[in-house]
């Protein structure tokens, strides 16, 4: 059973940063993160390749977030960089078997419970 335990989340002003992360059990998969806002559905952040050597970014966050990777410790990260109040939402990890990445969150087999983050004006 795989496991995806999310940390980092909280309560920043805009213009401020977070750093989320993501732990995993289990053998090595490709990873993302998706986010959902009260009312909405849940998006498309950001994914990364099992080996790390491919990402991809929603266009809302290309340039203030990046992806990473730590295999080692099977571990994912978000680095999430010029907070905007829209950037506020759940923030979830998941995990796909595979090794590409992709967008689709029917692709993601198991996912974390979810951390929070907010953004204040």
């Known amino acids: 059973q795989v496991q995806l335990v999310e940390s980092g989340g909280g309560l920043v002003q805009a213009g401020g940063s977070l750093r989320l992360s993501c732990a995993a059990s289990?053998?090595?998969?490709?990873m993302g993160w998706f986010r959902q806002a009260p009312g909405k559905e849940r998006e498309f952040v950001a994914a990364?390749?099992?080996?790390?050597?491919?990402?991809v970014y929603a266009d809302s966050v290309k340039g203030r977030f990046t992806i990473s990777r730590d295999n080692a410790k099977n571990a994912a990260y978000l680095q999430m960089n010029s907070l905007k109040p829209e950037d506020t939402a759940v923030y979830y990890c998941?995990?796909?078997?595979?090794?590409?990445?992709?967008?689709?969150?029917?692709?993601?087999?198991?996912w974390g419970q979810g951390t929070q983050v907010t953004v204040s004006s």
């Open positions: 998941a995990a796909r078997d595979g090794m590409a990445v992709r967008y689709s969150r029917d692709e993601y087999a198991y």
């Open positions: 289990g053998r090595y998969y490709a």
């Open positions: 990364i390749s099992r080996s790390g050597g491919s990402t």
